[in-house]
């Protein structure tokens, strides 16, 4: 089993800087594909960045992820913030099969944080 717990949201202007954590308990955590996701109220939760090297399009170029395996933690960069980049992010754990293939689908991960305020403001 895993726990992760997300921290670092907060409040920033647009093309500001935050760094999002996510930290996790368990003992084969390099095992677990690690994907940050996003929502806003009304609407879906959407895929952001995984550490399986793929980003949302909307995130490319601006954020960047990475895992410190040591420490149990993966990042998420976010810079050049934008108010639509406002939403509660989410960091999800996998590892089975189907995590590596369908990584972009909520479904596929077992392990969920309860979620960083990020809040951009124009």
């Known amino acids: 089993q895993l726990q992760v717990l997300e921290s670092g949201g907060g409040l920033v202007q647009a093309g500001g800087s935050l760094r999002l954590s996510c930290v996790a308990s368990?003992?084969?955590?390099?095992?677990?594909?690690i994907t940050w996701f996003r929502q806003v109220p009304g609407k879906e939760r959407e895929f952001v960045a995984s550490?399986?090297?793929a980003y949302a399009n909307s995130v490319k170029g601006r954020f960047t992820i990475s895992r410190d395996n040591a420490q149990k933690t993966v990042y998420l960069q976010m810079n050049n913030l934008l108010p639509e980049d406002t939403a509660v992010y989410f960091c999800?754990?996998?590892?089975?099969?189907?995590?590596?293939?369908?990584?972009?689908?909520?479904?596929?991960?077992?392990?969920w944080g309860q979620g960083t305020q990020v809040t951009v403001s124009s």
């Open positions: 999800a754990a996998g590892n089975r099969p189907d995590t590596y293939t369908y990584k972009y689908q909520e479904a596929s991960y077992d392990y």
């Open positions: 368990g003992r084969t955590f390099s095992t677990y594909v």
């Open positions: 550490t399986r090297t």
